[in-house]
Protein backbone atom coordinates (compact mmCIF):
# COMPACT_ATOMS: atom_id res chain seq x y z
CA UNK A 1 0.00 0.00 0.00
CA UNK A 2 1.39 3.61 -1.05
CA UNK A 3 1.71 5.55 2.16
CA UNK A 4 -0.17 9.06 1.14
CA UNK A 5 0.66 12.06 3.31
CA UNK A 6 -2.41 14.29 4.46
CA UNK A 7 -1.64 17.54 5.13
CA UNK A 8 -2.40 19.02 8.44
CA UNK A 9 -4.82 21.72 6.72
CA UNK A 10 -6.84 18.90 4.87
CA UNK A 11 -7.26 16.79 8.21
CA UNK A 12 -8.57 19.52 10.05
CA UNK A 13 -11.40 20.01 7.05
CA UNK A 14 -11.86 16.14 7.40
CA UNK A 15 -12.07 16.21 10.94
CA UNK A 16 -14.61 19.20 10.76
CA UNK A 17 -16.70 17.58 8.45
CA UNK A 18 -16.86 14.71 10.81
CA UNK A 19 -17.93 15.92 13.83
CA UNK A 20 -20.44 18.38 11.89
CA UNK A 21 -21.76 15.10 10.12
CA UNK A 22 -22.00 13.99 13.53
CA UNK A 23 -24.36 16.41 14.81
CA UNK A 24 -26.17 16.13 11.42
CA UNK A 25 -27.13 12.40 11.91
CA UNK A 26 -27.87 12.65 16.06
CA UNK A 27 -29.42 16.11 16.31
CA UNK A 28 -27.55 17.48 19.52
CA UNK A 29 -24.63 15.89 20.90
CA UNK A 30 -21.91 16.69 24.23
CA UNK A 31 -18.57 16.78 23.25
CA UNK A 32 -18.04 13.22 25.37
CA UNK A 33 -20.78 12.47 22.98
CA UNK A 34 -18.59 13.11 20.22
CA UNK A 35 -15.20 12.36 20.98
CA UNK A 36 -17.40 8.38 21.75
CA UNK A 37 -18.63 8.73 18.27
CA UNK A 38 -15.64 9.32 16.26
CA UNK A 39 -13.21 7.71 18.48
CA UNK A 40 -10.77 10.35 18.84
CA UNK A 41 -9.15 12.29 21.51
CA UNK A 42 -11.24 14.71 24.03
CA UNK A 43 -8.58 17.36 23.14
CA UNK A 44 -9.13 17.14 19.21
CA UNK A 45 -12.97 17.18 19.69
CA UNK A 46 -12.88 20.22 21.57
CA UNK A 47 -9.98 21.67 19.27
CA UNK A 48 -12.80 20.91 16.57
CA UNK A 49 -16.14 22.06 18.22
CA UNK A 50 -14.15 25.64 19.60
CA UNK A 51 -13.62 26.45 15.98
CA UNK A 52 -16.83 25.36 14.14
CA UNK A 53 -18.62 27.54 17.08
CA UNK A 54 -16.39 30.48 16.26
CA UNK A 55 -17.38 30.13 13.07
CA UNK A 56 -21.11 30.41 13.48
CA UNK A 57 -20.97 26.49 12.47
CA UNK A 58 -22.28 24.94 15.73
CA UNK A 59 -23.56 26.44 18.93
CA UNK A 60 -24.07 25.61 22.58
CA UNK A 61 -28.07 24.65 23.24
CA UNK A 62 -27.83 24.36 27.45
CA UNK A 63 -27.23 21.53 29.47
CA UNK A 64 -27.69 17.83 28.93
CA UNK A 65 -28.99 15.07 31.37
CA UNK A 66 -25.98 13.51 33.89
CA UNK A 67 -26.10 10.73 36.18
CA UNK A 68 -23.61 12.06 37.95
CA UNK A 69 -21.19 15.21 38.42
CA UNK A 70 -21.72 18.18 36.16
CA UNK A 71 -24.21 17.98 33.48
CA UNK A 72 -22.50 18.08 29.84
CA UNK A 73 -23.17 21.12 27.25
CA UNK A 74 -25.06 19.66 24.59
CA UNK A 75 -24.02 21.35 21.11
CA UNK A 76 -26.39 20.99 17.32
CA UNK A 77 -26.02 22.99 13.90
CA UNK A 78 -26.27 26.38 14.26
CA UNK A 79 -29.59 27.13 12.67
CA UNK A 80 -28.64 30.34 11.88
CA UNK A 81 -25.54 29.66 9.99
CA UNK A 82 -25.00 29.59 6.05
CA UNK A 83 -28.08 28.63 3.70
CA UNK A 84 -28.41 26.69 0.51
CA UNK A 85 -30.46 26.98 -2.45
CA UNK A 86 -32.46 23.85 -4.27
CA UNK A 87 -34.16 24.16 -7.63
CA UNK A 88 -36.26 21.62 -9.12
CA UNK A 89 -36.93 22.42 -12.49
CA UNK A 90 -40.06 19.81 -13.18
CA UNK A 91 -41.91 19.52 -16.42
CA UNK A 92 -44.35 21.83 -15.16
CA UNK A 93 -43.01 23.94 -12.52
CA UNK A 94 -39.75 25.13 -10.97
CA UNK A 95 -39.67 25.03 -7.60
CA UNK A 96 -37.30 27.03 -5.44
CA UNK A 97 -36.79 26.62 -1.21
CA UNK A 98 -33.59 28.09 0.56
CA UNK A 99 -32.86 26.02 3.71
CA UNK A 100 -30.60 25.47 6.49
CA UNK A 101 -27.84 23.47 6.83
CA UNK A 102 -30.13 21.25 8.31
CA UNK A 103 -32.52 20.89 5.29
CA UNK A 104 -35.31 23.30 7.03
CA UNK A 105 -36.99 25.41 4.42
CA UNK A 106 -36.88 29.13 5.36
CA UNK A 107 -38.12 30.11 2.20
CA UNK A 108 -40.22 29.00 -0.96
CA UNK A 109 -41.55 30.15 -4.17
CA UNK A 110 -42.31 28.32 -7.41
CA UNK A 111 -43.22 29.57 -11.25
CA UNK A 112 -44.54 27.75 -14.02
CA UNK A 113 -42.44 25.87 -15.65
CA UNK A 114 -43.60 28.16 -19.11
CA UNK A 115 -42.43 31.35 -17.37
CA UNK A 116 -38.47 30.35 -17.35
CA UNK A 117 -37.68 29.64 -21.39
CA UNK A 118 -33.87 29.81 -21.06
CA UNK A 119 -30.75 29.52 -18.39
CA UNK A 120 -30.36 33.12 -18.11
CA UNK A 121 -34.47 33.39 -17.27
CA UNK A 122 -33.64 30.65 -14.67
CA UNK A 123 -30.43 32.50 -12.99
CA UNK A 124 -32.41 35.58 -13.17
CA UNK A 125 -35.46 34.43 -11.09
CA UNK A 126 -33.41 32.26 -8.65
CA UNK A 127 -30.98 35.49 -8.27
CA UNK A 128 -34.19 38.00 -7.61
CA UNK A 129 -35.87 35.14 -5.24
CA UNK A 130 -32.94 35.36 -2.78
CA UNK A 131 -32.70 38.88 -2.94
CA UNK A 132 -36.28 39.32 -2.13
CA UNK A 133 -35.81 37.09 0.92
CA UNK A 134 -32.84 39.45 1.89
CA UNK A 135 -30.79 36.47 1.95
CA UNK A 136 -26.94 38.40 1.62
CA UNK A 137 -25.33 35.94 -1.15
CA UNK A 138 -22.48 35.05 1.19
CA UNK A 139 -24.65 33.75 3.51
CA UNK A 140 -25.50 31.18 0.48
CA UNK A 141 -22.86 27.95 0.00
CA UNK A 142 -24.24 27.09 -3.39
CA UNK A 143 -27.25 26.35 -5.55
CA UNK A 144 -28.51 22.60 -6.39
CA UNK A 145 -30.75 22.31 -9.34
CA UNK A 146 -32.84 18.94 -9.50
CA UNK A 147 -34.19 18.60 -13.31
CA UNK A 148 -35.40 15.31 -15.49
CA UNK A 149 -32.88 14.01 -17.82
CA UNK A 150 -30.12 16.00 -16.34
CA UNK A 151 -27.83 12.86 -15.38
CA UNK A 152 -25.01 12.88 -18.59
CA UNK A 153 -21.59 12.97 -16.67
CA UNK A 154 -19.44 13.45 -19.76
CA UNK A 155 -18.34 17.22 -20.09
CA UNK A 156 -17.47 16.76 -23.68
CA UNK A 157 -21.20 16.18 -24.64
CA UNK A 158 -23.85 18.64 -25.44
CA UNK A 159 -25.93 18.50 -22.27
CA UNK A 160 -29.21 19.60 -22.06
CA UNK A 161 -30.85 20.69 -19.29
CA UNK A 162 -34.15 18.85 -20.08
CA UNK A 163 -34.04 16.03 -22.64
CA UNK A 164 -37.38 15.56 -23.84
CA UNK A 165 -39.67 18.45 -24.21
CA UNK A 166 -38.92 20.64 -27.34
CA UNK A 167 -39.23 24.02 -25.53
CA UNK A 168 -36.45 23.15 -22.84
CA UNK A 169 -32.90 23.63 -24.61
CA UNK A 170 -31.08 24.91 -21.39
CA UNK A 171 -27.37 23.51 -21.41
CA UNK A 172 -26.15 22.47 -18.15
CA UNK A 173 -22.58 23.70 -18.38
CA UNK A 174 -24.64 27.27 -19.15
CA UNK A 175 -26.59 27.09 -15.99
CA UNK A 176 -23.77 26.17 -13.75
CA UNK A 177 -21.28 29.06 -15.88
CA UNK A 178 -24.17 31.93 -15.04
CA UNK A 179 -24.78 30.65 -11.89
CA UNK A 180 -21.27 31.46 -10.96
CA UNK A 181 -21.59 34.68 -13.29
CA UNK A 182 -24.25 36.51 -11.58
CA UNK A 183 -24.06 35.00 -8.44
CA UNK A 184 -20.48 34.02 -7.65
CA UNK A 185 -21.92 30.75 -6.29
CA UNK A 186 -20.94 26.95 -6.88
CA UNK A 187 -23.73 24.94 -9.02
CA UNK A 188 -24.72 21.33 -8.77
CA UNK A 189 -26.97 19.88 -11.15
CA UNK A 190 -28.15 16.09 -11.11
CA UNK A 191 -31.34 14.27 -12.18
CA UNK A 192 -34.66 14.78 -10.21
CA UNK A 193 -35.32 11.19 -8.72
CA UNK A 194 -31.34 11.00 -7.81
CA UNK A 195 -31.98 14.41 -5.80
CA UNK A 196 -34.71 13.30 -4.20
CA UNK A 197 -33.13 10.22 -2.65
CA UNK A 198 -30.17 11.92 -1.65
CA UNK A 199 -32.72 14.20 0.63
CA UNK A 200 -33.88 11.37 1.97
CA UNK A 201 -31.08 10.11 2.82
CA UNK A 202 -29.37 12.73 4.41
CA UNK A 203 -32.60 14.31 5.97
CA UNK A 204 -35.53 12.58 5.88
CA UNK A 205 -37.14 10.65 8.60
CA UNK A 206 -35.23 8.00 8.10
CA UNK A 207 -32.05 9.11 7.36
CA UNK A 208 -30.72 6.35 9.34
CA UNK A 209 -31.54 4.19 6.48
CA UNK A 210 -28.50 3.30 3.98
CA UNK A 211 -30.45 1.57 1.22
CA UNK A 212 -33.35 3.79 -0.21
CA UNK A 213 -35.23 3.79 -3.88
CA UNK A 214 -37.44 7.09 -4.33
CA UNK A 215 -40.03 6.57 -6.72
CA UNK A 216 -40.57 9.76 -8.45
CA UNK A 217 -43.91 9.61 -10.26
CA UNK A 218 -44.70 13.20 -11.15
CA UNK A 219 -45.54 14.54 -15.16
CA UNK A 220 -42.29 11.43 -16.16
CA UNK A 221 -41.38 8.75 -13.55
CA UNK A 222 -38.32 8.11 -12.12
CA UNK A 223 -36.17 6.12 -9.25
CA UNK A 224 -33.26 7.57 -7.15
CA UNK A 225 -31.06 4.69 -5.75
CA UNK A 226 -29.52 5.04 -3.05
CA UNK A 227 -27.40 1.80 -2.02
CA UNK A 228 -25.14 1.73 1.26
CA UNK A 229 -25.46 5.44 2.26
CA UNK A 230 -24.37 6.48 -1.34
CA UNK A 231 -26.71 7.57 -4.62
CA UNK A 232 -25.70 4.61 -7.19
CA UNK A 233 -26.05 6.16 -10.84
CA UNK A 234 -24.75 3.05 -12.34
CA UNK A 235 -22.35 2.51 -15.59
CA UNK A 236 -24.16 5.10 -17.57
CA UNK A 237 -25.19 7.16 -15.35
CA UNK A 238 -28.97 5.95 -15.74
CA UNK A 239 -29.38 3.62 -12.65
CA UNK A 240 -33.10 4.24 -11.68
CA UNK A 241 -34.74 5.18 -15.14
CA UNK A 242 -37.65 3.49 -14.09
CA UNK A 243 -39.63 4.86 -16.70
CA UNK A 244 -38.78 2.01 -19.50
CA UNK A 245 -38.59 -0.77 -17.12
CA UNK A 246 -40.68 -3.46 -19.34
CA UNK A 247 -43.64 -4.37 -17.25
CA UNK A 248 -46.45 -5.67 -19.76
CA UNK A 249 -44.83 -7.53 -22.90
CA UNK A 250 -48.91 -7.82 -24.17
CA UNK A 251 -49.33 -3.65 -23.59
CA UNK A 252 -50.90 -2.13 -26.40
CA UNK A 253 -49.27 1.25 -25.89
CA UNK A 254 -45.87 1.46 -27.55
CA UNK A 255 -43.29 3.73 -25.20
CA UNK A 256 -41.95 6.88 -26.28
CA UNK A 257 -38.21 4.50 -26.61
CA UNK A 258 -40.11 2.49 -29.25
CA UNK A 259 -40.71 -0.75 -26.91
CA UNK A 260 -44.03 -1.74 -26.17
CA UNK A 261 -45.11 -2.31 -21.81
CA UNK A 262 -42.47 0.62 -20.75
CA UNK A 263 -44.29 1.89 -17.22
CA UNK A 264 -43.76 5.06 -18.06
CA UNK A 265 -46.12 4.72 -21.44
CA UNK A 266 -49.15 4.14 -18.54
CA UNK A 267 -47.68 5.67 -14.99
CA UNK A 268 -46.98 8.89 -14.80
CA UNK A 269 -49.61 11.94 -14.92
CA UNK A 270 -48.71 12.86 -18.61
CA UNK A 271 -49.90 9.33 -19.32
CA UNK A 272 -52.67 9.56 -17.42
CA UNK A 273 -54.15 13.20 -18.56
CA UNK A 274 -53.51 11.99 -21.93
CA UNK A 275 -55.08 8.49 -21.37
CA UNK A 276 -58.19 10.81 -20.06
CA UNK A 277 -58.04 13.12 -22.87
CA UNK A 278 -57.99 10.83 -25.30
CA UNK A 279 -62.22 9.42 -23.91
CA UNK A 280 -63.05 13.04 -23.01
CA UNK A 281 -61.63 15.41 -26.00
CA UNK A 282 -63.33 18.44 -25.20
CA UNK A 283 -62.61 18.45 -21.43
CA UNK A 284 -59.92 20.00 -19.62
CA UNK A 285 -58.18 17.66 -17.51
CA UNK A 286 -57.67 18.48 -13.72
CA UNK A 287 -55.39 15.99 -12.36
CA UNK A 288 -57.73 16.06 -9.14
CA UNK A 289 -61.12 15.71 -10.80
CA UNK A 290 -59.71 12.69 -12.37
CA UNK A 291 -58.80 10.62 -9.01
CA UNK A 292 -61.78 12.10 -7.73
CA UNK A 293 -64.34 9.93 -10.56
CA UNK A 294 -61.75 7.22 -10.23
CA UNK A 295 -62.78 6.91 -6.29
CA UNK A 296 -66.41 6.76 -7.28
CA UNK A 297 -65.69 4.08 -9.63
CA UNK A 298 -66.67 6.32 -12.48
CA UNK A 299 -64.96 5.07 -16.31
CA UNK A 300 -62.77 5.89 -17.56
CA UNK A 301 -61.33 7.56 -14.86
CA UNK A 302 -61.24 4.34 -12.37
CA UNK A 303 -60.20 1.75 -15.22
CA UNK A 304 -56.82 4.48 -16.55
CA UNK A 305 -56.23 5.41 -12.73
CA UNK A 306 -56.05 1.31 -12.14
CA UNK A 307 -53.39 0.35 -14.91
CA UNK A 308 -51.45 2.85 -13.98
CA UNK A 309 -51.20 1.79 -10.06
CA UNK A 310 -50.84 -1.87 -11.78
CA UNK A 311 -47.97 -0.66 -13.68
CA UNK A 312 -46.39 1.41 -11.00
CA UNK A 313 -46.78 -1.53 -8.12
CA UNK A 314 -45.29 -4.18 -10.75
CA UNK A 315 -42.20 -1.76 -11.56
CA UNK A 316 -41.77 -1.00 -7.64
CA UNK A 317 -41.86 -5.12 -6.97
CA UNK A 318 -39.36 -5.66 -9.20
CA UNK A 319 -37.03 -3.03 -7.71
CA UNK A 320 -37.35 -4.19 -4.35
CA UNK A 321 -36.84 -7.58 -5.42
CA UNK A 322 -33.71 -6.79 -7.46
CA UNK A 323 -32.65 -4.25 -4.60
CA UNK A 324 -33.95 -4.87 -1.54
CA UNK A 325 -34.02 -1.81 0.16
CA UNK A 326 -35.35 -1.22 3.49
CA UNK A 327 -37.16 1.85 2.44
CA UNK A 328 -39.10 2.97 -0.68
CA UNK A 329 -40.30 6.41 -0.76
CA UNK A 330 -43.91 7.05 -3.03
CA UNK A 331 -43.00 10.61 -3.95
CA UNK A 332 -44.59 13.16 -6.73
CA UNK A 333 -47.76 14.53 -7.57
CA UNK A 334 -49.12 10.43 -8.93
CA UNK A 335 -48.87 9.99 -5.18
CA UNK A 336 -49.35 13.42 -3.56
CA UNK A 337 -52.20 14.51 -5.20
CA UNK A 338 -54.54 12.07 -2.95
CA UNK A 339 -54.07 9.75 -0.35
CA UNK A 340 -56.03 7.21 -1.89
CA UNK A 341 -53.15 6.72 -4.94
CA UNK A 342 -51.19 5.85 -1.92
CA UNK A 343 -53.24 3.32 -0.23
CA UNK A 344 -54.34 1.99 -3.59
CA UNK A 345 -50.53 1.17 -3.83
CA UNK A 346 -50.06 -0.15 -0.92
CA UNK A 347 -52.91 -2.70 -1.50
CA UNK A 348 -50.96 -3.71 -4.62
CA UNK A 349 -47.51 -4.01 -2.89
CA UNK A 350 -49.04 -6.20 -0.01
CA UNK A 351 -50.30 -8.43 -2.45
CA UNK A 352 -47.47 -9.28 -4.77
CA UNK A 353 -44.77 -8.81 -1.95
CA UNK A 354 -42.99 -11.84 -0.53
CA UNK A 355 -42.46 -11.29 3.23
CA UNK A 356 -39.80 -9.29 4.20
CA UNK A 357 -38.97 -6.02 5.41
CA UNK A 358 -39.32 -2.79 4.01
CA UNK A 359 -41.08 0.15 4.62
CA UNK A 360 -43.16 1.89 2.45
CA UNK A 361 -43.30 6.10 3.40
CA UNK A 362 -44.36 9.23 2.08
CA UNK A 363 -41.72 11.66 1.14
CA UNK A 364 -40.28 13.70 4.38
CA UNK A 365 -40.25 16.91 2.23
CA UNK A 366 -43.53 16.14 0.42
CA UNK A 367 -44.14 18.09 -2.86
CA UNK A 368 -40.82 19.97 -1.81
CA UNK A 369 -38.69 16.45 -2.69
CA UNK A 370 -36.79 17.55 -5.10
CA UNK A 371 -36.27 20.97 -4.62
CA UNK A 372 -34.87 20.15 -0.87
CA UNK A 373 -32.94 17.04 -2.29
CA UNK A 374 -31.47 19.52 -4.87
CA UNK A 375 -30.04 21.94 -2.38
CA UNK A 376 -28.81 18.55 -0.18
CA UNK A 377 -26.19 18.06 -3.25
CA UNK A 378 -24.89 21.52 -2.07
CA UNK A 379 -25.33 20.73 1.78
CA UNK A 380 -23.24 17.32 1.38
CA UNK A 381 -19.91 19.40 0.96
CA UNK A 382 -20.52 20.81 4.58
CA UNK A 383 -20.64 17.03 5.91
CA UNK A 384 -19.33 14.39 3.77
CA UNK A 385 -15.76 13.14 5.41
CA UNK A 386 -15.77 10.50 2.76
CA UNK A 387 -14.03 12.27 -0.16
CA UNK A 388 -10.87 13.62 -1.16
CA UNK A 389 -11.05 17.39 -0.60
CA UNK A 390 -9.32 20.70 -1.70
CA UNK A 391 -6.87 21.46 1.19
CA UNK A 392 -6.47 24.75 0.21
CA UNK A 393 -7.81 27.26 2.76
ZN1 LIG B 1 -39.81 3.00 -22.88
Redesign the pocket.
Known sequence: MPVVKVQPATLRKLNERRVLNCLRVNKTLSRADIQRELNTTMPTVSRIVDTLIAQGWVRETGYGDSAMGRPPVMLEINPTSPVAVGVEVGREAVRVVIVTLVAEVLHRTQWPVVAIDSAESLVTAVAEFIEACNVPLDHVLGVGIGAPGARDPHPELPKRLMDDETHHHWQRDRVEQLVMERLHLPAWIDNDANAAVLGELWFGSQCQQRNIVFVYADAGVGAGIAVDGTVYSGENNSAGEF??T?VDMSSEEI?????RG?L??VAHTTAIRAAVSRVRPDEPVDLGVVVQRAKAGTEPEAAIISRALDFLAVGVINLIQVLDPGVVVLGGTTFLVDSFLVDEMILRLNGLMQPRHVAVIAPAFGHEAVAVGAATLVLRTVYDHTQVIDASP
Open positions: AHICECGRCGS
